[in-house]
């Protein structure tokens, strides 16, 4: 399954997502026919533990060089962030 956000409950992006093998959870529009409320409050609560990572994802800049470096940048300071957090003993120099 495809958990996805309204934007691709559109018709194309159903046929596409079945062409490739999947099944395209996206989350119904509210003014759309067939919506499911428990359905969509159950595909809600699965995408959410992965809402922080992917909202943390952000391009700034106009082509790749740029977008790159940054993503780059961005995961060394959450990397160096997680580094501080697990308490490393620190190094002793001889």
């Given amino acids: ?33 067939g919506e499911n409320f428990d359905l969509d409050r159950w595909r809600t609560k699965m995408r959410a533990p992965f809402e922080s990572v992917f909202s943390q994802q952000r391009t700034r800049f106009r082509g790749v060089a740029k977008n790159q470096f940054s993503a780059f940048m961005e995961a060394i300071c959450f990397n160096l962030k997680k580094l501080v957090v697990l308490e490393v003993p620190p190094v002793t120099l001889t």
């Fill in 1 to 33: 399954m495809l958990f996805a956000d309204k934007g691709y409950c559109s018709r194309p992006a159903n046929v596409a997502s079945s062409q490739r093998g999947c099944y395209l959870g996206a989350i119904k529009k509210n003014n759309m026919n």
